[in-house]
């Protein structure tokens, strides 16, 4: 199954409890392996650039 790693946050208006997530992922071919895309991943989630840099170290 897909790991998440994230944040709860209790919203006292609505008495409700919001998981603000990401999946946790070891690399590209996790992420692909899940039927996700690099562009699946929002622009201000750390994720996508330990996923990135990843990449690139090991294209060197």
């Known amino acids: 199954g897909l790991e998440l790693k994230g944040q709860m946050v209790h ?4 008495d409700s409890i919001l998981f603000v997530s990401s999946p946790f992922l070891n690399g590209l071919e996790g992420l692909t392996g ?3 895309f ?6 201000h989630d750390a ?3 330990v996923i990135l840099v990843g990449e ?3 294209a060197q």
């Open 38 to 43: 690099i562009s699946d991943i929002p622009l």
């Open 56 to 58: 690139q170290a090991r």
């Open 11 to 14: 919203c006292p208006e609505s």
């Open 34 to 36: 899940r039927g996700l």
């Open 47 to 49: 994720t996508r650039d």
